[in-house]
């Protein structure tokens, strides 16, 4: 018979990209952790740099929930795990609330706080306005049924705050939670993929601090905590075991440059038997001794494009161990280093692995195909058959000459296009994988990599 237990939990919901969650909502981790709570952390969607500074904060790996790669139960199941051995756990949202595939509301931030119950309180940006923050906030509670139970109003005043406080609360089922006010000079780096990585922010520590005591001053803590402890029990989940005795070395990329994995993959991996070892492409000068496999994730390359060029021990060691037979899998950062070679926006060119015939260049925008994706195998391969389907994620800016065409490649609109490059033991291409909707993929991974 199931067990259920409290997990206490929030989640903080934007109303639109931009209004400033992943500023409040690394201020609110520091606060929390401060007062010695076990904060485990969550972020909705395919994201790998929030979670990057959650985990910098909380010292906790934050993990993903995304609708599209998992199903309503393995959401619940994926929460329950780390949250039932915590104090409190908070879940950073994506996009706007609303904001799913499409025009619609389908796999959004909704769905994560629907499916998991948990109480959520809606980020607004209110900048330039005072009532008028009212039907906005009105609108979006009424909009579908939801578990909102709060509010935090964003580049607002003090003064403001005091005055709309009682105002909302008056005319809405809702709680004022705080506020955040304007301040440019706390500020997170972003470049074209989104935010900079924590190990890029050389004054990370300092702006996390100067968030962190903006929370404790204006957020209610305790009445967050209050909305987050009323969050229905979540049944116990069994954790995975991960077996004594590893059966192969994988060699995992972790730097600057390559840094784009899901926590669940690399666990997944080692449930299956990986003992993974981390190096670095850049500074490296070979790939680890004993090692049955590689596995390069995403990230940067571009903007260490000399250095991994340059590199031309690491990249002759990568190049034998291919001839060798070990097994390579390459996802979209890694793609790139995988290729011939990488060629800036100004047709600037530096020479990569060259393990797949085609040359990538930068792009000054975002690729169109990109976003959720359901990649269905058109042949046999040693990493799945035939008729396979993975749910993938795609997002970058640059373009192959040659994807590869082992997947037809399928978003929710119907668009189509063929991508994954697959051929003998590597498989290589923009597409991340998110091994818990595909753990045949791992499996064989680390089953290849255990010959060696």
Request: glycine share 8%; aromatic share 8%; hydrophobic share 35%.
């Amino acid at each position: 018979m199931s067990e259920k237990q409290e997990m206490p939990r929030i989640l903080l919901a934007g109303a639109n990209s931009g209004c400033g969650k992943t500023s409040i909502t690394c201020g609110i981790l520091k606060a929390l952790t401060d007062r010695n709570m076990n904060i485990q952390s969550y972020k909705c969607g395919p994201d790998y740099i929030d979670p990057m500074l959650h985990g910098h904060i909380t010292g906790t790996d934050c993990r993903n929930l995304d609708p599209f790669f998992s199903s309503e139960e393995d959401l619940r199941r994926l929460m329950a795990k780390d949250s039932q051995d915590v104090d409190f756990s908070v879940i950073e949202g994506v996009m706007g609330y609303y904001d799913g595939i499409g025009v619609s509301s389908e796999k959004s931030t909704h769905t994560v706080s629907q499916v998991t119950e948990t109480p959520t309180i809606l980020i607004v940006n209110v900048k330039g306005m005072s009532g008028t923050m009212i039907p906005i906030i009105r609108g979006l509670l009424e909009y579908r049924e939801n578990p909102v139970k709060g509010v935090i109003l964003n580049r607002c005043s003090k003064g403001l705050y005091t005055l709309m406080k009682p105002e909302i609360e008056a005319q809405l089922p809702i709680k004022v939670v705080g506020y955040f006010p304007q301040n440019d000079g706390v500020h997170i780096g972003s470049r074209h993929l989104g935010l900079m990585t924590a190990a890029e922010i050389t004054n990370l520590d300092e702006v996390i601090t100067l968030l962190g005591e903006v929370a404790k001053e204006c957020i209610d803590l305790d009445m967050l905590l209050e909305l987050g402890q009323s969050a229905p029990p979540l049944e116990k989940v069994q954790k995975p075991v991960v077996p004594d005795i590893r059966r192969a070395r994988i060699a995992v990329a972790w730097d600057k440059a390559f840094c784009f994995y899901y926590i669940e993959n690399l666990e997944i991996l080692e449930q299956a038997g990986a003992e993974l070892v981390f190096f670095s492409p850049i500074k490296d000068r070979e790939l680890p001794e004993n090692i049955g496999g590689i596995y390069l994730g995403g990230g940067y390359p571009e903007a260490y494009r000399e250095e991994l060029s340059e590199n031309l021990t690491m990249k002759e060691s990568i190049r034998q161990a291919v001839i060798d037979g070990k097994p390579v899998i390459a996802e979209c950062g890694g793609f790139m280093y995988a290729c011939e070679n990488l060629i800036e926006t100004d047709e600037s060119s530096r020479r990569m692995l060259g393990l797949i015939p085609t040359d990538v260049q930068m792009t000054p925008k975002l690729s169109m195909q990109f976003g959720y994706v359901t990649a269905t195998a058109r042949k046999d391969t040693p990493f799945f058959d035939c008729g396979a389907q993975m749910r993938v994620h795609e997002f970058h800016y640059s373009k192959a000459s040659r994807r590869g065409d082992t997947c037809e490649m399928e978003k929710h609109s119907g668009k189509k296009w063929q991508g994954i490059y697959c051929e003998g033991n590597v498989m290589a291409g923009y597409p991340h994988f998110y091994f818990h909707n595909c753990p045949d993929v791992a499996k064989r991974f680390v089953d290849m990599a255990a010959e060696f």
